[in-house]
């Protein structure tokens, strides 16, 4: 009797994590929650609370998934599961980073990181937590080891050909390097990220990805490379209708138009930015 109830509990539980895995949290959430109520084994509980925080998460309620995330790493923990207590930790940080406490996503990320190395388990979703990993360290003002962490990720992601992950990577690498001033490496990961997203037709983060190599190019002096970039971001913007972005890249065109002391299409630049600005009712980009 008691095999057949264990056997009913984690039938129940698949079927949660069923709902959960098509994006029906608002459903999966109540069940998780019922199957708590019961009398469970250890090993099911964490796994419950774990799939219970990733559905929170989903849904913005980052304090409950925080709880229920801790809750499963302690239980992981206290029985020894490495990898368990390795993949709840990883989903913590992933809470903290989205709500930018950047120090205990650090933290979550080394912790499991490590146990991830030692079981010698790497794979895409591996890659993907030392992006997060590498995001928090940049934003931490070290951006350094977080190049160390894109490197790695990239290395994975060109191993399984995903294209779109080492294109947002790239991004973030770039981003990195021009934060220790390597000009010119910056450069190089911009330019693939640009022309991975040109492949995959992505226009929205090819448009980000021009206005980052922009600022780069206007940072080191390069004026009329910067201009020609921006020149190609803001077509693109333009494109999508994307008003704010528009805004922005006028701004920063008038900038670099400004530093070569060509006044008259600074001022033009500028004017447009000014009235999108005033539209879009934005007192900070005014």
Known sequence: MIGIMHDDLWQQFDAASALAQDGKW????????????????????AHVLNDLGVAYQSIGEFDQAVARFRQAWEIYDG????????????????????????????????RSLLVFENLKINNLAIAKLRVDMGDALVATGKPRAA?????????????DGDQRAMALTLHALGVALR??????EGITAFERSIALFEELGDQKNLSATLNRLGELQYERRDYENAIETYKRDLKISETLKNQR????????????????????QAALHFRRAIKLWEDLEDKFGL
């Open 79 to 110: 029985d020894k599961n490495k990898l368990g207590a390795a993949v709840a930790l990883s989903n913590l940080g992933t809470v903290h980073r989205q709500l930018r406490e950047w120090d205990e996503a650090i933290l979550c990320f080394e």
């Open 26 to 45: 608002q459903q999966a959430i109540p069940q998780f929650e019922t199957l708590l109520q019961k009398e469970l084994s250890r090993d099911l509980r």
């Open 179 to 184: 934060a220790r001033a390597r000009w010119e």
């Open 245 to 264: 972005a528009i805004a922005q890249t006028l701004n920063n065109l008038a900038l670099a138009y400004l530093a070569q002391q060509r006044f008259e």
């Open 147 to 159: 190049c160390e962490q894109y490197e790695l990720a990239l290395t994975q992601q060109e191993a």
